[in-house]
């Protein structure tokens, strides 16, 4: 048996051909029904997210099988989301055994992510496989894959700090106010334009526990447009600078030709808060606030290159992090391809036990046929005795024949040892 990953991802398609091929949760009950219909596939799991449509299956062993299941899948697609298979094929990547393994490893762990470390994935990975267990869509290898690659994922966000540092300009906006506020919450964000970055800036703030929003824009009904959005308030754009006595929190994004506050307006606002600190970022191009406002006591100024420093330091260590965790996965994708490999030899080891075992009982019930005054101690201890015998005769040959089980000739050692104990083929 072998374990597949046919799929694209942001990597190799467009986003336009992406949202085409998307097959919506509602939807993946059925594709698994319908995915049943490909004889070479025995187990089989869909994940479409908005940044890649993968299926992932253990396929025979069969001559021609991975190919047979591929042509499947892409013909599958094609007419589903009816959609040519030129318009995406060239687009699909074909993974199979511990490239397969190592991919998923890498999708949970969210090392093969838009942006590394984000956790959005696991959550997605975990719904993908809880929709493929109800189906009945998996099997024995599947289900162990899965256990293992949500285990890896958990191991890489609690060993690895790769999730740790804000690697976006608004999560980066954010650390900064934990650094100035420590707990943001309750406080009070103030949003001056509507540009979209100090949207995303207000939705993350928000998340984090901000209290109130309040929107000043030159289009005074976009504010209150924008103030319903987020359950703020909004405010008179003359009114701003006033305003700002509340924030604690200011977002400017104005798209202004011209600086709309001066360091002389900041100092006059921090002398009316009575130098409680203000945290300010300026993410407007051209810049909405004079810089030297950044050397008052108490205002604390950062603009886009500040926030893209921040970030830039964060992805050099969350790539550290990255290497981390890239080698934890490939110790845990070898023990995976250990185990699995060695699935092809348990039949024969159980046989080859249950052939020396078949021996020791007829050799038992002979000598307790002639010796008729054993007491029921005396027969149990020699039953012990001899099962102990073919434990230890056992063990090398199991032993050896599991160590060889994952390299490209163990189906000689297989063979040799079916012989060497006269196990006939099932």
């Known amino acids: 048996?072998?374990?597949?990953?046919?799929?694209?991802?942001?990597?190799?398609?467009?986003?336009?051909?992406?949202?085409?091929?998307?097959?919506?949760?509602?939807?993946?009950?059925?594709?698994?029904?319908?995915?049943?219909?490909?004889?070479?596939?025995?187990?089989?799991?869909?994940?479409?997210?908005?940044?890649?449509?993968?299926?992932?299956?253990?396929?025979?062993?069969?001559?021609?099988?991975?190919?047979?299941?591929?042509?499947?899948?892409?013909?599958?697609?094609?007419?589903?989301?009816?959609?040519?298979?030129?318009?995406?094929?060239?687009?699909?990547?074909?993974?199979?055994?511990?490239?397969?393994?190592?991919?998923?490893?890498?999708?949970?762990?969210?090392?093969?992510?838009?942006?590394?470390?984000?956790?959005?994935?696991?959550?997605?990975?975990?719904?993908?496989?809880?929709?493929?267990?109800?189906?009945?869509?998996?099997?024995?290898?599947?289900?162990?894959?899965?256990?293992?690659?949500?285990?890896?994922?958990?191991?890489?966000?609690?060993?690895?700090g790769i999730a740790t540092s804000a690697v976006s300009i608004s999560t980066a906006a954010i650390e900064l106010a934990r650094k100035v506020f420590g707990d943001l919450t309750g406080r009070t964000v103030m949003l001056i334009g509507a540009g979209k970055m100090s949207e995303l800036s207000a939705k993350h703030l928000l998340a984090d526990g901000v209290g109130t929003v309040l929107v000043a824009n030159r289009n005074f009904d976009r504010a209150v447009e924008m103030a319903k959005r987020w359950g703020g308030r909004a405010v008179r754009y003359d009114f701003a600078k006033l305003e700002m006595l509340q924030a604690d929190i200011v977002i400017s994004s104005t798209g202004a030709p011209h600086q709309i506050l001066s360091k002389d307006d900041f100092q006059e606002i921090i002398a009316q808060r009575h130098h409680r600190p203000i945290f300010v970022i300026d993410i407007a191009v051209p810049r909405d606030i004079d810089p030297a406002a950044g050397e008052i006591e108490h205002v604390h100024l950062y603009d886009l290159d500040d926030l893209k420093g921040v970030v830039d330091a964060n992805l050099r260590e969350r790539q550290r992090e990255a290497e981390l965790a890239e080698a934890l996965i490939d110790r845990e994708a070898k023990q995976f391809a250990e185990w699995l490999a060695g699935l092809h030899v348990v039949p024969t080891i159980v046989a080859m036990r249950k052939k020396v075992e078949s021996i020791r009982e007829e050799e038992l019930d002979k000598i307790f046929a002639k010796l008729q005054d054993l007491t029921p101690e005396e027969r149990h201890a020699i039953s012990m005795m001899t099962g102990s015998i073919v434990n230890k005769i056992l063990h090398d040959p199991t032993v050896e024949l599991k160590r060889q089980s994952v390299q490209k000739e163990s189906h000689l050692y297989i063979d040799v040892l079916r012989r060497l104990f006269g196990i006939k083929e099932e």
Do not use: W
């Open 1 to 160: 048996m072998e374990i597949i990953v046919l799929g694209l991802s942001h990597k190799t398609a467009p986003i336009e051909l992406r949202e085409q091929l998307h097959i919506s949760e509602s939807n993946l009950p059925d594709v698994l029904d319908e995915l049943a219909g490909c004889e070479p596939i025995l187990e089989r799991m869909v994940l479409s997210t908005c940044n890649r449509v993968e299926t992932y299956a253990v396929v025979d062993d069969g001559e021609g099988a991975v190919e047979g299941a591929r042509r499947f899948l892409v013909e599958f697609l094609a007419e589903r989301q009816k959609l040519p298979a030129e318009a995406f094929e060239s687009c699909l990547y074909l993974l199979t055994a511990d490239r397969a393994v190592r991919h998923l490893f890498r999708v949970a762990s969210s090392l093969d992510a838009m942006v590394v470390g984000e956790s959005q994935i696991l959550g997605q990975v975990k719904a993908a496989y809880a929709v493929a267990l109800e189906r009945g869509a998996t099997g024995q290898i599947l289900n162990a894959l899965m256990d293992r690659a949500l285990r890896v994922a958990k191991r890489v966000r609690t060993e690895t």
